[in-house]
């Protein structure tokens, strides 16, 4: 009992946090402003100079755009004359800034992160990658076991109740986890909305999941009854991100919403239930708790590199490793359990 109310009083903490997230500075500083201007009717920062910031007399690239003068492989990063002049003239500001004492500010919305081959952060693409494996990794132990190792049912489908709902949720977790890593390639309006539109859907699709199996929900009637309203909200959710507002702090409540919710749904079904594999389900409930303060106290990438995010995105890695092996767990303990039933 005190395991539960030390967790709840967690989460709830966290989620009267997440109205202490700041804005950027960084894109109001003069310097910086001035410094823009500058590069973009020079085509220089310092002593760099551009060849893509290079204009003919009606306002177009010379050359056409930069982007397109690379080799093919090269292409994708699309850096234009603005997305570089913002680039350097940040790296210079923030030398500036060091050099007098000052701490790192963000500028539009993001850390000064320092960029390896066009893409602008290493670390956290990196750490997607590994997350996209670990998912597909458990998702594919998960469907050798179910088809392979456990019995059939005589109309060759599973005994386990919830197959279709974690192939789903696997499948959503892969994709939002690829475009988390296409995303931290390169920061263009598409890729965002595509990254943070596949967050909330496999947020939406994990409090589902948490629900029809904390509740032991197995009619199809009643699966339909719980699942409606949280598919109606994410897709309305969805849809006035993409195309009514961009409101990132209205995003972010509504995923720790649906984080905090499925945490505390997980965690009580683990207080009251004699699964014998619910200490994994505290680890993950406890650590994710936990991680989440990484996505709420932000700070700057370390060396340029590592900030929250991606230690967030690290912490994942071992979380979702547990998160699939208790799967697997529950889906032998059920088929054991429907199979004793038949007998």
Same mark, same amino acid.
């Given at each position: 009992?005190?395991?539960?109310?030390?967790? %709840?009083?967690?989460?709830?903490?966290?989620?009267?946090?997440?109205?202490?997230?700041?804005?950027?500075?960084?894109?109001?500083?003069?310097?910086?402003?001035?410094?823009?201007?500058?590069?973009?009717?020079?085509?220089?920062?310092?002593?760099?100079?551009?060849?893509?910031?290079? =204009?003919?007399?009606?306002?177009?690239?010379?050359?056409?755009?930069?982007?397109?003068?690379?080799?093919?492989?090269?292409?994708?990063?699309?850096?234009?004359?603005?997305?570089?002049?913002?680039?350097?003239?940040?790296?210079?500001?923030?030398?500036?800034?060091?050099?007098?004492?000052?701490?790192? %500010?963000?500028?539009?919305?993001?850390?000064?992160?320092?960029?390896?081959?066009?893409?602008?952060?290493?670390?956290?693409?990196?750490?997607?990658?590994?997350?996209?494996?670990?998912?597909?990794?458990?998702?594919?132990?998960? =469907?050798?076991?179910?088809?392979?190792?456990?019995?059939? *049912?005589?109309?060759?489908?599973?005994?386990?109740?919830?197959?279709?709902?974690?192939?789903?949720?696997?499948?959503?977790?892969?994709?939002?986890?690829?475009?988390?890593?296409?995303?931290?390639?390169?920061?263009?309006?598409?890729?965002?909305?595509?990254?943070?539109?596949?967050?909330?859907?496999?947020?939406?699709?994990?409090?589902?999941?948490?629900?029809?199996?904390?509740?032991?929900?197995?009619?199809?009637?009643? *699966?339909?009854?719980?699942?409606?309203?949280?598919?109606?909200?994410?897709?309305?959710?969805?849809?006035?991100?993409?195309?009514?507002? =961009?409101?990132?702090?209205?995003?972010?409540?509504?995923?720790?919403?649906?984080?905090?919710?499925?945490?505390?749904?997980?965690?009580?079904?683990?207080?009251?239930?004699?699964?014998?594999?619910?200490?994994?389900?505290?680890?993950?409930?406890?650590?994710?708790?936990?991680?989440?303060?990484?996505?709420?106290?932000?700070?700057?990438?370390?060396?340029? =590199?590592?900030?929250?995010?991606?230690?967030?995105?690290?912490?994942?890695?071992?979380?979702?490793?547990?998160?699939?092996?208790?799967?697997?767990?529950?889906?032998?303990?059920?088929?054991?359990?429907?199979?004793?039933?038949?007998?």
């Amino acid at each position: 009992m005190a395991r539960r109310r030390w967790i %709840v009083l967690l989460l709830l903490a966290l989620a009267g946090l997440v109205g202490s997230l700041d804005a950027s500075a960084g894109d109001v500083d003069p310097v910086y402003k001035s410094c823009v201007e500058k590069c973009e009717q020079s085509g220089c920062v310092g002593d760099q100079c551009f060849q893509h910031c290079k =204009f003919s007399s009606d306002g177009k690239p010379v050359d056409g755009p930069w982007y397109m003068q690379e080799p093919l492989y090269l292409r994708w990063k699309q850096w234009d004359c603005r997305s570089d002049c913002r680039y350097h003239c940040m790296l210079a500001r923030e030398e500036e800034r060091r050099t007098l004492g000052g701490k790192p %500010v963000k500028y539009h919305g993001k850390w000064p992160f320092l960029r390896v081959y066009g893409i602008q952060e290493p670390v956290s693409v990196a750490l997607s990658a590994l997350n996209l494996s670990v998912q597909f990794h458990g998702w594919l132990s998960f =469907f050798i076991l179910l088809y392979y190792k456990l019995p059939l *049912r005589p109309d060759k489908k599973t005994y386990y109740e919830y197959t279709g709902l974690l192939h789903i949720y696997g499948i959503l977790s892969m994709n939002s986890w690829f475009w988390s890593a296409v995303f931290h390639s390169r920061d263009v309006e598409l890729t965002e909305k595509l990254d943070y539109s596949s967050a909330v859907a496999l947020l939406g699709f994990s409090l589902i999941v948490a629900l029809l199996r904390a509740l032991n929900i197995r009619d199809e009637a009643s *699966r339909v009854m719980f699942s409606a309203p949280v598919i109606a909200f994410v897709t309305t959710h969805i849809l006035y991100l993409n195309f009514y507002q =961009f409101d990132y702090g209205w995003n972010m409540k509504v995923c720790v919403a649906m984080g905090i919710a499925q945490l505390l749904i997980w965690a009580i079904w683990a207080g009251v239930t004699r699964h014998p594999s619910r200490w994994k389900l505290w680890v993950v409930v406890v650590g994710g708790g936990l991680a989440m303060l990484l996505e709420i106290y932000d700070f700057p990438p370390y060396m340029g =590199f590592v900030d929250a995010h991606a230690l967030w995105h690290a912490t994942a890695i071992p979380f979702s490793y547990l998160w699939w092996s208790f799967i697997r767990d529950d889906a032998e303990l059920r088929t054991t359990t429907l199979l004793k039933k038949v007998k």
